[in-house]
C-alpha cells in the first residue's frame, strides 16, 4: 500500500513564522491545477502499489476553488483509498464548500486553527479569528465530517499557561477526533525570528515551554487520548493512517511544486519553484532531483521516525557503537527511554523534551 501527497503551495497571506514553500500568486492557481492534474495522471501507479492514502496539504488547499479539488480527487484512480485528507484554513470555510468536499470524498479534515486566543492568532499573522476557527469546526461537522483534526501552537510569545490550558479546554470541548501539536519554532528567514532577534517579541523559555507539552500529554491521556507520536494525538482508533505511513517506511508519491516522494530507497523531490514546476510539467521537462538511501541513511531514519512514535523501535535495531552502554545510560541513569515487555524502546516523557538530542546520539 502507498500514499499519494499532493501539495498546494497558495497562501493568501504569509503567516510570520511560516518558512514552508508557500506563494501568494493566486493568479497562477489556474494552470499550477493543470499541471498537477496531469502529474497525479502520470504518477500515480509509480510505486507499484495501491493508494491507500491520499493528504491535500500545503500551503493552503482551501484556497482552491471546490471544482479544482474536485477535479482533482477525480483524477485519483485507486479503488482502495481509506483516507482522504484536506487541510482546511479556518477562514475558507463555507457550508457549501465543506459539504461539497465530503461529498467529492473527503473524510478527515485538518483544521488550522493554531490558537482559541485573537491576539494571539493576530500576533503570529494568522488570517482567521478564534470565532472562525470554532465554527469550521461546527460547520465540518455539519457537513457530515467525523474524523476532525486540529492543529495548535504553543510557546508563542506572551502566550500564558492559562492561555494554552483554556485552548486545550475549548478544542477538547469541539469533539473532534485528533489534535496535532507543536511548539513555535523560530526558522531562519521568516518575520517572527527577525523580530526577536530586534527584541520586538521574546521567546518562550525552555521550561515553560516543556510545562506547556507536558500539560498538553497530561491533559489529553487523562480525557482517554492516545498519544501516537510526538506533537500528535487522537481519540483510539483516529490515528492518521497517512502520516503513520511517513513513520513506518510505506512509499509515497509526492505531487506538486516541492513535493517528495519515496519509493523503495530513493527519495525524490519537485522543485520547489511554482515557474519551474508549471512549465517543466507543461513541456516535459520538469526534472526530479532524487537521491538512494544507503543502509546508513535507512538505519538513521529507522531512528529518527521511530522513537517520534509510542511504538518506538525494537532494542536489537540499535547498532551505534557503544549501544548496550548508551542505552542503559538513556534508560537506567537518565530515564529519557524505557524497554517495554516485547523489547522496544520507547521515550519517556522527559526523554520528549530532549528528543533530538536523543536520536542524535543514537544515529550512525
Ligand atoms: S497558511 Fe500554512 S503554509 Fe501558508 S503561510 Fe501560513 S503556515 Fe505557511
Aim: aromatic residues 8%; proline residues 2%; contains cysteine.
Amino acid at each position: 500500500m502507498a500514499g499519494l501527497y499532493i501539495h498546494i503551495p497558495f497562501c493568501k497571506q504569509r503567516c510570520l513564522y511560516c518558512d514552508f514553500f508557500s506563494t501568494t500568486l493566486l493568479s497562477r492557481r489556474e494552470e499550477y491545477i493543470l499541471s498537477l492534474l496531469k502529474e497525479i495522471e502520470e504518477r500515480q501507479n509509480e510505486a507499484g502499489e495501491a493508494i491507500r492514502t491520499v493528504y491535500i496539504g500545503g500551503g493552503t488547499p482551501s484556497t482552491m476553488p471546490i471544482e479544482c479539488v474536485e477535479a482533482i480527487l477525480r483524477k485519483i484512480k485507486s479503488n482502495d483509498v481509506t483516507e482522504y485528507t484536506f487541510e482546511l484554513n479556518p477562514g475558507d470555510a463555507t457550508e457549501d464548500y465543506l459539504s461539497r468536499l465530503r461529498r467529492a470524498g473527503v473524510n478527515r479534515l485538518s483544521i488550522g486553527v493554531q490558537s482559541f486566543q485573537d491576539d494571539l492568532l493576530h500576533l503570529i499573522g494568522r488570517r482567521h479569528n478564534a470565532r472562525q476557527a470554532k465554527e469550521a469546526v461546527r460547520m465540518a461537522q455539519k457537513a457530515g465530517f467525523d474524523d476532525i483534526s486540529i492543529d495548535l501552537m504553543y510557546a508563542l510569545p506572551t502566550q500564558t499557561m492559562d492561555q494554552w490550558k483554556a485552548d486545550i479546554r475549548t478544542a477538547l470541548s469541539l469533539h473532534v477526533q485528533h489534535l496535532s501539536s507543536y511548539g513555535l519554532m523560530y526558522e531562519e528567514g521568516t518575520v517572527m525570528t527577525r523580530m526577536r532577534d530586534q527584541g520586538a517579541i521574546t521567546e518562550t523559555d525552555e521550561e515553560t515551554e516543556n510545562a506547556m507539552y507536558d500539560y498538553l500529554c497530561a491533559r489529553l491521556e487523562e480525557a482517554g487520548w492516545t498519544h501516537y507520536e510526538v506533537s500528535n494525538f487522537a481519540l483510539p482508533g483516529y490515528e492518521a493512517l497517512h502520516n503513520s505511513s511517513y513513520w513506518d517506511g510505506t512509499p509515497y508519491i509526492g505531487v506538486g511544486a516541492g513535493a517528495h516522494s519515496y519509493i523503495g530507497r530513493v527519495r525524490s523531490w519537485n522543485p520547489a519553484d511554482l515557474e519551474a514546476y508549471i512549465r517543466g510539467m507543461e513541456d516535459g521537462s520538469l526534472v526530479r532531483e532524487s537521491e538512494t538511501l544507503t543502509d546508513r541513511d535507512l538505519y538513521n531514519e529507522r531512528i529518527m521516525l521511530g522513537l517520534r512514535t509510542n511504538k518506538g523501535i525494537p532494542l536489537s535495531d540499535v547498532n551505534v557503537r557503544n549501544g548496550h552502554e548508551m542505552v542503559t545510560k538513556m534508560t537506567v541513569k537518565d530515564q529519557l527511554l524505557r524497554i517495554t515487555e516485547d523489547g522496544r524502546l520507547v521515550a519517556t516523557q522527559k526523554g520528549l523534551h530532549v528528543l533530538n538530542r536523543i536520536i542524535e546520539d543514537l544515529m550512525i
